[in-house]
């Protein structure tokens, strides 16, 4: 006579962050952590290379992988994350606008209009945006104090200048001017940010330069292959706080010109790795450092482009 055999389990169809979370309990613990990079193409990023550093100076058994999702799999891919091992995720081009609606997203992230990060709390997927805290740790370390301003001035209206002005109006700054060459752009930030951000267009730029405590460049200008950006930072005023999102080069044409005048500068690698910190104590339950030996590690891979 054939022994009784439990029945098999009954599957559960994953269409939901709520049948999601069901299943995650069942792999959890099973193997470590790992998190991801998802985007398409999966083009050569950083991030592993960060994450790695960290995971190996913590000492903690874990891992980082980068994964080449198209935009009508991306769905699939979140809602299975955990049973693929992942504990979380970051996201890059084209998903950021899907991983917020896919998700529980903070007040950073719905802010912002975008989720570059994920993670599982008591079970539901939940979105933030740390380009924010990238942003505004970087000056601190950078440029500590330079939230006493009460005028900055930001160049560029895109989908970098949503989270730069997030971080600047909840650390306190009173007037955001907010500069574009499309003014139309700048006038739905302020229409969403408020009071506080005032849109002006790029032939006030010079005018504004001499009352502008803080500049901060948004747009792509600067970097390898796209024009330069043309102003004269001889018209900031001498404690004037400058920095500069872009870090291909890094040193950029601005940054060396306000270095030249002595003036404290923030520049696009420090934000690129300030914004990787939260993402990984949420996945691997310990807050990393960002040294010196992790930027010159960066760099060095940076001279290779």
Excluded at 203 to 208: C, K, N, P
Aim: some cysteine.
């Amino acid at each position: 006579m054939a022994a009784n055999r439990p029945a098999p389990p009954r599957p559960v169809s994953i269409d939901s962050n709520a049948a999601l979370a069901k299943l995650t309990v069942m792999t959890e613990g099973t193997r470590p952590p790992a998190a991801c990079l998802i985007g398409w193409p999966a083009a050569h990023s950083r991030s592993p290379l960060i994450h790695h550093y960290w995971l190996r100076s913590l000492g903690i058994a874990g891992g980082y992988v980068i994964e080449a999702v198209p935009p009508d799999e991306f769905q699939d891919f979140v809602f299975r994350l955990s049973l693929r091992g992942f504990a979380g995720a970051n996201v890059t081009i084209p998903h950021k606008e899907r991983a917020l609606a896919l998700s529980k997203p903070d007040d950073r992230a719905r802010a912002v209009g975008a989720a570059n990060t994920l993670w599982y709390e008591e079970g539901e997927l939940r979105s933030t945006n740390t380009d924010v805290e990238g942003f505004t740790n970087n000056l601190d370390a950078c440029a500590p104090g330079w939230d006493k301003a009460t005028d900055a001035l930001v160049l560029g209206a895109g989908g970098s200048s949503r989270a730069v002005l997030f971080g600047l109006i909840e650390r306190g700054i009173r007037r955001v001017h907010l500069v574009n060459r499309t003014i139309a752009r700048a006038h739905a930030l302020a229409d969403q940010f408020g009071a506080s951000v005032l849109p002006v267009g790029w032939d006030a730029v010079s005018e504004l330069l001499p009352r502008a405590q803080l500049l901060v460049n948004t747009t792509s200008l600067g970097m390898h292959g796209q024009p330069p950006l043309e102003l004269d930072v001889g018209r900031l005023p001498q404690d004037a706080v400058v920095a500069d999102l872009v870090y291909v080069p890094l040193e950029t044409p601005l940054l060396a010109a306000a270095r030249a005048r002595e003036l404290k500068t923030a520049d696009g690698l420090g934000m690129l790795l300030y914004q990787a910190v939260r993402g990984f104590e949420l996945w691997f339950g310990r807050r990393p450092e960002v040294t010196p030996e992790l930027r010159a590690l960066i760099e060095s891979d940076l001279k290779k482009v």
